[in-house]
């Protein structure tokens, strides 16, 4: 792309927040675009969300899934992972500890393991939330009622990434799994005013730069409140363990258009990023992005949840990654976020 179509496209995102889905391929495809895009996503981050990074305590509880992602280490067919489920008593135990560490919001996922049923999540839920903490979910499909009794039970937030907009490598990837019910998810949660993230994965295999376009034209379209995008880490364990990673300057180009056109949308700094390129976070919080997830799972369960190989921060506690991303923060001149860190809307109507 030529210096002056690039700096016209970059440009009308920032003051528009709006693209064509040409427009967006045509930006994703452009390897030469990463340092712009990322300087106008900073500008509209600091202006929409500010220089606070808020901190997400991930707790994850339970590492059996019902499902079989050809991409995740979790999938059931997997042999090879080890499953936990962690208890009532340690999964609020936990929760407690990120309150402790100055977490205001934690996140609780988990495979899609049955043996939580909407009820015994409630009443963790319910224990969590008493002890003041902003509760997030990411426990996958379920049922409208389902989603509606964890509402009741104080859920703030959920998180069910799309992981792609494209129906065919979905339903190829997700085998069982159908696009249709993947929405009908996400529009559940959104009715049930739950703040909703969604996000993609990035470097499926058959995945265009006109897919991700799409994506982020999905993202906009549901207004999405958050929104998680992660590289493909291959895990060797799954059918896709032979595929190249994601492109790491793909997604940085992904979270800048995010932030272009999601201007006041949580955008997290993902584990996937850092595994695959470490420093990748604090790049990623200079490109868009204005959330970390700290680990807090500790003991065996943290290298249990083995979604894919050389996951960052296994072999660290949660005190030290506390102190790490405190540490880093504030070295890139940024604050820690104080209080939930919700979804912010501004008084101007910009979509
Ligand atoms: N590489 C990167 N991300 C993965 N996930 C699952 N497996 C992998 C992998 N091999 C992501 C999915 C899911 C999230 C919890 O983890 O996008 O939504
Ligand atoms: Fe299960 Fe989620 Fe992994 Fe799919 S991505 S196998 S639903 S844990
Ligand atoms: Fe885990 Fe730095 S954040 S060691």
């Not at 979790?74 to 135990?93: F, H, K, M, S, W």
């Not at 909407?118 to 903490?133: S, Y």
């Not at 969604?198 to 265009?208: K, N």
């Not at 960052?312 to 005190?319: F, H, L, M, Q, S």
């Amino acid at each position: 792309m030529s210096e002056a179509k690039r700096q016209q496209l970059i440009g009308k995102a920032e003051q528009t927040h709006r693209l064509t889905e040409a427009e967006l391929a045509a930006l994703l495809a452009d390897d030469g675009a990463d340092d712009a895009m990322a300087e106008a996503a900073d500008r509209v981050r600091r202006a929409y969300v500010g220089d606070e990074v808020h901190l997400r305590g991930l707790i994850e509880f339970s590492s059996y899934c019902r499902q079989n992602c050809l991409y995740c280490g979790l999938r059931r067919d997997n042999g090879n992972v080890q499953r936990y489920r962690l208890t009532q008593e340690e999964i609020v135990a936990l929760a407690e500890k990120a309150k402790a560490a100055g977490y205001p919001t934690v996140v609780m996922q988990s495979g899609e393991d049955a043996w939580f049923t909407a009820e015994r999540l409630a009443e963790i839920v319910r224990d969590v939330k008493r002890l003041g903490l902003t509760v997030t979910l990411s426990v996958g499909e379920r049922t409208t009622d389902e989603y509606r009794i964890l509402r009741e039970a104080g859920a703030d937030r959920f998180l069910l990434r799309i992981e792609t907009t494209d129906r065919k490598i979905y339903e190829r990837l997700d085998p069982g799994m159908s696009y249709e019910n993947r929405l009908r998810c996400l529009s559940d949660l959104k009715r049930l005013s739950y703040e909703v993230g969604t996000g993609c994965l990035i470097g499926l295999p058959g995945q265009t730069t006109e897919m991700l376009a799409r994506d982020i034209l999905f993202f906009q379209s549901i207004d999405a409140d958050m929104v998680g995008i992660g590289p493909l880490v291959p895990n060797g364990d799954t059918p896709l363990g032979n595929e190249p990673p994601g492109d790491m300057r793909l997604v940085r180009r992904m979270v800048s258009a995010i932030r272009l056109l999601l201007p006041e949308a949580n955008i997290p700094a993902t584990t996937a990023m850092e595994t695959l390129q470490p420093g990748a976070r604090e790049l990623m919080l200079r490109s868009g992005a204005n959330v970390m997830m700290p680990n807090v799972t500790e003991g065996e369960a943290r290298q249990k949840y083995a979604l894919y190989p050389g996951k960052a921060c296994v072999a660290d506690t949660p005190d030290h990654c506390r102190a790490c991303m405190e540490g880093r923060i504030r070295a890139m001149g940024r604050t820690v976020g104080q209080g939930a860190g919700g979804r912010r809307r501004s008084k101007i109507s910009i979509l």
